[in-house]
């Protein structure tokens, strides 16, 4: 079983949709969880830190579950320059090298 | 908030030369750094540890006497890919954590060998 899994997609969605996405770990220890964004080509950038009482900023939420070891993020009025992937991270302590997922990829169009 | 550089940003080799790859922490000193590797449509992959004055960890399948990692000061970490071949064409991304969960990512080396 892979450490981090995430929904395969490619996600097709136009402008306005809400979309989530899904993620699952597999060490139940880990210690800090995170959605980060990488556009083409380019580093994966930090999106937002996520909270087992759930953390919300602007038009996207993220939530814990870490009974089902579990991750989620949403995307509200989904705008044509939220098209990236998603990248479902996880690290299993402070200081240590991250884990990453396969990421999801979305694509908002007009 | 804290920087990372690389550089080169991209190379171009022919199969059989090596290729350094820099990590500098531009703002603050990195005992430690990360060096991930990225394969089309695939996930970061953590391919080594480097440690400021010691010997570097390396992941199980990544060979140590191929990709030699040299972290000689706490602002710069170097991974240098030897006799190059086409398999090792990617993207390496260095990264060093901060306080905490933080973690501050440099923009990625693209090696294509040809």
């Known amino acids: 079983r892979k450490e981090v899994e995430q929904d395969p997609g490619p996600f097709n969605v136009p402008e306005g949709a809400t979309v989530a996405f899904n993620c699952t770990y597999s060490?139940?220890?880990?210690?800090?969880f995170f959605w980060y964004r990488q556009d083409c080509r380019k580093e994966p950038k930090l999106l937002m830190s996520v909270y087992s009482s759930g953390n919300e900023d602007g038009r996207f939420t993220a939530q814990l579950n870490r009974a089902s070891q579990y991750i989620s993020l949403l995307i509200r009025d989904s705008k044509l320059s939220d098209s990236a992937t998603y990248l479902c991270?996880?690290?299993?302590?402070?200081?240590?090298?991250?884990?990453f997922g396969k990421g999801t990829t979305l694509s908002v169009s007009s | 908030g804290a920087v990372v550089s690389q550089h080169p940003s991209w190379v171009i080799c022919k199969s059989g030369t090596s290729v350094k790859i820099e990590c500098r922490s531009l703002?603050?000193?990195?005992?430690?750094m990360f060096w991930y590797r990225q394969f089309p449509k695939q996930s970061l992959m953590l391919m080594a540890t480097?440690?400021?004055?010691?010997?570097?960890?390396?992941e199980q399948g990544v060979e140590k006497d191929k990709f030699l990692i040299n972290h000689a000061s706490l602002t710069l970490s170097t991974l240098t890919v030897t006799s190059a071949h086409p398999e090792d064409s990617s993207f390496y991304i260095c990264s060093a954590p901060g306080h905490l969960y933080e973690q501050y990512f440099g923009p990625g080396t693209r090696l294509t060998v040809t």
């Open positions: 991270v996880v690290n299993p302590q402070a200081g240590t090298a991250l884990i």
């Open positions: 060490n139940s220890a880990s210690q800090s």
């Open positions: 480097s440690n400021e004055g010691s010997k570097a960890t390396y």
């Open positions: 703002d603050f000193q990195a005992t430690t």
